[in-house]
């Protein structure tokens, strides 16, 4: 399966910044998520992106909030713009691996965000 | 609309004992199924998946788990826990070919010594 990492792992950053996540994965991948997980929630996709076009966001979900970049088929970049306390959560990329032959993800460390 | 459920929020079993975990989804189509645990301070490691065939499924680390389709479930067994379980297990439904999971809102599974 694939590995995947993520940095930072964690970080406090002050209301109306900015953050950038990295996710780096060791194999090419077709798709990649981010997903967010509020605290004592489960997991909600934000959005898919795929190397070479735009990122698909979810219901709730905007670009300008949550800019993605995939440059090529091992990298991704989510940024957290303008960011409130309400951003506070674990960030969470995943890849499908398509290898496996199935619509299987596996899914990096996380992101530790808390806005203050 | 798919959805997954999972009645349980906190389950509590000693060790050595025999544990399941609830999950029941609502899906047109059969799903694909899947079971994550989360380790505090951890990312999420697949357990084991289900897309077709055998309705019970082996994974990692003991577990197991019985597709149902009469009853919508899939539900996590493991005959004897282990201190070491003691995380947050998620239950999630897959849409073939649309890569699109939707989680449960999870189990935390706390181990007695």
């Known amino acids: 399966s694939a590995v995947i990492s993520q940095k930072p792992s964690r970080d406090i950053c002050q209301r109306g910044t900015s953050l950038t996540i990295q996710c780096q994965v060791d194999?090419?991948?077709?798709?990649m998520f981010w997903y967010r997980q509020q605290p004592g929630q489960s997991l909600t996709l934000i959005a898919t992106?795929?190397?070479?076009?735009?990122?698909?966001?979810e219901s709730g979900f905007v670009i300008d909030k949550f800019p993605i970049s995939r440059p090529n088929l091992t990298f991704s970049t989510l940024t957290v713009s303008n960011m409130s306390p309400e951003d506070s959560s674990i960030y969470l990329c995943?890849?499908?691996?398509?290898?496996?032959?199935?619509?299987?993800?596996?899914f990096g460390p996380g992101t530790r965000l808390t806005v203050t | 609309a798919q959805s997954v459920t999972q009645p349980d929020i906190h389950i509590t079993v000693s060790e050595g004992a025999s544990l399941e975990l609830r999950c029941n989804y609502s899906?047109?189509?059969?799903?694909?199924l899947f079971w994550y645990v989360q380790s505090p301070g951890q990312g999420l490691q697949l357990l084991l998946k289900?897309?077709?065939?055998?309705?019970l499924v082996q994974g990692i680390k003991g577990f197991e788990a019985e597709f149902k389709r009469s009853q919508s479930s899939f539900n996590l067994r493991k005959p004897s826990v282990h201190w070491s379980d003691a995380a947050e297990y998620f239950c999630?439904?897959?849409?073939?070919?649309?890569?699109?999971?939707?989680f449960g809102t999870g189990t935390r599974l706390k181990v007695l010594a």
């Open positions: 194999s090419q991948v077709t798709m």
């Open positions: 999630a439904v897959g849409a073939g070919g649309t890569y699109k999971y939707i």
């Open positions: 289900y897309f077709s065939g055998d309705t």
């Open positions: 899906y047109g189509a059969t799903p694909y």
């Open positions: 995943s890849v499908e691996d398509s290898l496996a032959g199935g619509d299987e993800q596996y």
């Open positions: 992106a795929n190397q070479g076009s735009e990122a698909t966001y």
